[in-house]
């Protein structure tokens, strides 16, 4: 819940409220961002069961790392959305917080 001018608000999934408190104005947003909200508008309206029937997406979306295997092919995203959310994570300098963080840098 949220405190809303004194009192509490419960706001219900997918109200206009909540889609205004959760996503920000997308003329606003840097460019990575924005690229990414275009990215999951654009596959609103896809079932996942219509992206699991592509081969080589499902193939493409297992990451190995030695004894480790990630299996995303169950979320709703492709090649393009990838690309989007690999450029938005290179834009937020992702694996330099993630070294200075291994480095105990505060």
Wanted: net charge positive; glycine share 6%.
């Amino acid at each position: 819940s949220i405190l809303d001018r004194g009192r509490q608000v419960s706001p219900t999934p997918g109200s206009q409220f909540t889609r205004r408190l959760l996503r920000p104005r997308k003329m606003s947003l840097p460019a990575p961002w924005a690229s990414v909200f275009a990215e999951a508008d654009r596959l609103k309206g896809t079932h996942l069961r219509t992206l699991m029937q592509d081969q080589a997406r499902n193939d493409s979306m297992f990451v190995k790392c030695g004894d480790l295997t990630l299996d995303y092919c169950r979320e709703k995203v492709d090649a393009a959305a990838m690309d989007k959310l690999l450029a938005l994570a290179q834009a937020a300098d992702v694996d330099g917080k993630k070294k200075k963080m291994f480095e105990g840098v505060k």
